[in-house]
Every structure is written in structure tokens, then in C-alpha cells.
């Protein structure tokens, strides 16, 4: 049928065909080009969820120990630690301590379950922000690496207890309390360059606080982090930068 004989309604017809399919497909485009949108707009936040999750301190074997050291927190360390540990054998683990210290016997528990780790093939690295004082600096040498922030203290100062009883009962109490901070000196000693004679020199009758450069110099710690950006340029502008390495109350309290 030529074009001339086809009637004016049968044209129309056909347009109104071909608009209806042209309209169907644009529909169709957009129908596609939403969902592929909402795709995106899943496969996006899913993968903001999963980078929100190993962004997390759990999923990089960071724990943060803050507040005093005492039954109830080192065993939420120590619970969390183990789960790392046999879920990831030999993984690395960190520890940051912002603590006043605390009780002895519980600092010492999670001190040589530390160590226990460290046998275990998992390297541990210990730090502190703000400060690590009393028991919380003795748990600071624990680690295989550790550092201390610019602005933080490390104090050291001797066990204190309260006793009451008889005579006898004091004396024993005391003898124990000496033997603790035997414990506490052979720590020391054997993570730093100080010797028992200069501890006991600066922790008698008083708190001894260190600075992150005094504890450096004195090798309590192996590396200062957290240095301002501007100081850091002005050693590098002056003289040769300073050299680093790499990476409770119920109870008696040290």
C-alpha cells in the first residue's frame, strides 16, 4: 500500500503507535536507570558499613584501657585479648593505657597474661595518651614496642596499702608489700637503663613523674608519638632530630 493511499487515520494510527512504544521505552530506561541507581546507592553503603567496621578499633586488635586498673576492667581486657587470640593466632595487638593506676595483684595479672601473649607469638604494642601512672606504667613495659604521646606522663611511685590487725599481722603485710615492689623494680630495670638505686632514689616518700622525653632518654619507652607537626619542623629546621625507635583502691595500689 503506497503512502498516498493510506487514509489520514490510519497514519495517525501508526504515530500514536510509535509514540506509545517510543514513551514505553524511555520508561523502560528509566525504570533500569533507577534501579541501577538504587544499586549504587546499596552497593555504596554497604561498602561505607565495611570500611565503618574495619575502621573499628576491635577489627585493627586495638584495645583502649581507660580508668583504673581493677578486677572488672582487666578482665574485659584480658576477655578481649584471648578472643583475638584464638580467633587470630600470632596477630599484632595494641594497647593503649589512659589510667591512674590501681590495684597490684589485678595490674599483675593482666601484666603476665601480656607476656603470655607475647610467647605466643603475638607481638604487642603498648602505649599511652594522657597518662599511665602507678600500676598503668608498669603495664606500659609489658609490650614488645612502647610508646608514649607527647603531651602523656609516666609516674612511678611505691606500693601503698592500709592495714589493720595486730602487730604481726602489719609486719607480714609490709614484708609482702616489699617483696611486690622487688616485682615492680625488676620490671623496671629490666625494660630501661634506670638501675634499682636511682628508682628508689626518686619514688621515695613521693610520685615520680616522667615526661615523654624523659622517659625516652631513660628508655622506658621505645618511640614518642603524637609530636606537633611544628615542633617536629623546628627540630628538622635546627639541629638534628632526636632519634626514636621504632616501632586499686579496695586492693594494695602501686
Not at 146 to 154: D, L, N, Y
Not at 155 to 164: P, Q, T
Not at 179 to 196: A, C, M, N, P, Q
Request: glycine residues 6%.
Amino acid at each position: 500500500m503506497s503512502e498516498d493511499s493510506r487514509t489520514k487515520k490510519e497514519i495517525e494510527a501508526d504515530l500514536k503507535v510509535k509514540h506509545a512504544e517510543a514513551r514505553k521505552a524511555e520508561a523502560e530506561a528509566r525504570k533500569f536507570e533507577a534501579e541501577a541507581l538504587q544499586e549504587e546507592i546499596l552497593a555504596n553503603r554497604a561498602y561505607e558499613d565495611d570500611m565503618r567496621k574495619k575502621a573499628q578499633d576491635k577489627e585493627n586488635f586495638l584495645y583502649r584501657f581507660s580508668g583504673d586498673v581493677r578486677s572488672s576492667s582487666v578482665q574485659l581486657c584480658m576477655e578481649k585479648l584471648t578472643q583475638w587470640s584464638r580467633m587470630h593466632p600470632g596477630c599484632d595487638i595494641e594497647i593503649i593505657f589512659s589510667s591512674p593506676g590501681g590495684s597490684i595483684i589485678d595490674g599483675f595479672e593482666l601484666f603476665d597474661f601480656i607476656q603470655h601473649l607475647r610467647n605466643k607469638g603475638h607481638k604487642i604494642t603498648t602505649g599511652t595518651l594522657g597518662m599511665a601512672a602507678s600500676m598503668a606504667g608498669i603495664l606500659l613495659m609489658a609490650g614488645d614496642i612502647r610508646w608514649v604521646g607527647k603531651q602523656a606522663w609516666i609516674m612511678i611511685h611505691r606500693a601503698a596499702f592500709g592495714a589493720m590487725g595486730k602487730t604481726y599481722e602489719i609486719e607480714d603485710e609490709v614484708e609482702f608489700v616489699k617483696r611486690i615492689e622487688g616485682r615492680i623494680l625488676d620490671i623496671f630495670v629490666s625494660r630501661s637503663k634506670l638501675t634499682k638505686q636511682k628508682i628508689k632514689r626518686n619514688w621515695d616518700r613521693k610520685d615520680w613523674w616522667i615526661s615523654a622525653d624523659e622517659a625516652m632518654e631513660l628508655e622506658l619507652v621505645d618511640e614518642i608519638r603524637a609530636v606537633m607537626p611544628e615542633q617536629m619542623k623546628g627540630q628538622n629546621d635546627g639541629k638534628q632530630p632526636r632519634k626514636t625507635r621504632s616501632n586499686t583502691k579496695s586492693k594494695k595500689r602501686s
